[in-house]
Every structure is written in structure tokens, then in C-alpha cells.
């Protein structure tokens, strides 16, 4: 069976699905996906699109970090300007873009590319799995 769904292009062996579902999320402006994993099972909950103020602080960690994931798997990393964008927030907004990267920063998931950049407006920033 499992031959069969390969044949027809249906699955795949390299593993991207994830990597994929979370880029078509981030495009969709969608919240972040919930994972949860079990003894034999894994299940992924998808939620409907909301507005960044309508978020948890959870909820908006969790866009935060799966996109500088995204990313950084292309070799690029999430800044201001990159949260205002997949926040659809406008440029007055870019305080609420810094607290969602400190937020996350916060809760250990993202780090500064370059700790000597003395500018918070220049910072960048790349996952962390510390």
C-alpha cells in the first residue's frame, strides 16, 4: 500500500511534509500548528486564521518561532520587519513585532544572530534549540 501511495505521489520518503504544511500555513497568515505526540501517535491541530490581536502570547510564539524555523531553513532569519509581515502588521505596529520577538527571545526558542549588534531595529534573529 505504502508502495502504491509513493507510486501515484500521494506521500513521500524525504520528510519536507512538515516543512511544507508550515510554509502554506505562514502564507495563509494562519496561526501556528499544535503538535502533540503519544506512544503510537502523533496528531497535528491546524486553526482557523485570526488576527495577531485576537492570539495568545502562546499562540503568537509559536507563529514567531515555526517561521524563523521556515526560514532559517533557507539560510535566511526572522527580523522586524519579516514579523510585521507575517503578522500583517503595518509599520506604526513595529512595537507590538519587537514584543512578539521578545517574547519568543524570552522564551528561548530564538537568538539573536548576532549578539553584538547594539541596535534592536537591526537585530536579526535564528532559532535556538538549546
Do not use: W
Not at 486553526?47 to 526560514?71: D, G, N, W
Amino acid at each position: 500500500m505504502a508502495q502504491m501511495m509513493l507510486q501515484m505521489d500521494m506521500c513521500e520518503r524525504r520528510g519536507s511534509g512538515i516543512d511544507r504544511a508550515t510554509d502554506a500555513i505562514s502564507q495563509m497568515k494562519l496561526p501556528a500548528y499544535k503538535a502533540q505526540s503519544g506512544d503510537d501517535y502523533t496528531r497535528i491541530t491546524l486553526f482557523p486564521k485570526k488576527k495577531v490581536s485576537e492570539m495568545t502570547r502562546e499562540e503568537r510564539i509559536a507563529v514567531c518561532y515555526q517561521h524563523a524555523c521556515l526560514l532559517y531553513e533557507d539560510g535566511l532569519v526572522i527580523n522586524n520587519q519579516i514579523v510585521r509581515e507575517r503578522f500583517n502588521l503595518n509599520k506604526n505596529q513595529a512595537v507590538m513585532a519587537s514584543r512578539i520577538l521578545a517574547d519568543t527571545q524570552e522564551s528561548g526558542l530564538i537568538k539573536m544572530k548576532d549578539p553584538e549588534t547594539e541596535s534592536k531595529r537591526y537585530s536579526s534573529y535564528i532559532p535556538y534549540y538549546g
